[in-house]
């Protein structure tokens, strides 16, 4: 994805377009689809597993390229938003279990103490089951300091790319890209031109 400096990509889709025949129809069918059936299908899609467990929702930004030698959808949270932010360090993980592997601290700022349950389990289904023990004793901590080992990261941008990319998938990427050309081709032959 062009680095657009505050987005962080979810899904990315890139193929070379199935046929020498490339006009402004099939171009227009595509750039139309793309827009009005797979985007919206992405953020029901996204906004299904979201809601198990978030009270709010980040916002997403689209961007198509399609040209005759490539196809390319971009879809990114923005990083500049508390939701798209905090999309961002759940799907990629934070502290030991993300990128940077090192604990962060967290210190009291509106009490004397920090009061959270242990062991934790999110709402939301990661793609891999995350190292959670359910025999582990539950109870709750508190501390006026902790340094935090990070959140495991859930893995949604890797679940969106693999159900968007399944062949399979009627909402996916290569059924959407295959009826558009199929709609395209018809609208150009009742204008009286042919397939080369």
């Known amino acids: ?16 377009p199935r046929t020498r025949i490339f006009n402004s129809i099939i171009k227009s069918e595509l ?5 009005t059936k797979l985007y919206p299908a992405f953020v029901r899609y996204m906004n299904t597993i979201l809601l198990q467990g978030w009270k709010e929702l980040p916002t997403y930004n689209y961007k198509d390229s399609v040209r005759a030698s490539r196809i390319s959808i971009y879809i990114s949270v923005d990083l500049n938003t508390r939701m798209g932010k905090i999309f961002n360090w759940s799907d990629k ?11 962060y ?5 509106n009490a004397d103490t920090l009061i959270f349950d242990v062991p934790y389990q999110p709402m939301t289904m990661p793609l891999m089951p995350l ?9 709750t901590v508190s501390a006026p ?14 679940r969106a790319n693999k ?13 959407l890209t295959e009826n558009a050309y199929r709609r395209a081709i018809r609208r150009w032959q009742k204008m009286g031109s042919k397939p080369v």
């Open 1 to 16: 994805m062009p680095q657009d400096y505050g987005f962080a990509p979810v899904l990315t889709l890139v193929r070379v």
């Open 31 to 35: 750039e139309t689809t793309y827009r």
């Open 93 to 103: 993980g934070t502290g030991l279990e993300g990128p940077s592997k090192s604990t």
């Open 105 to 109: 601290p967290i210190d009291a700022v």
């Open 131 to 139: 190292r959670y023990n359910p025999s582990a004793e539950n109870r």
């Open 145 to 158: 300091h902790i340094d935090h080992p990070g959140i495991q990261a859930r893995g949604f941008s890797d």
């Open 163 to 175: 159900h968007f990319k399944d062949r399979r998938n009627t909402s996916g990427f290569y059924r």
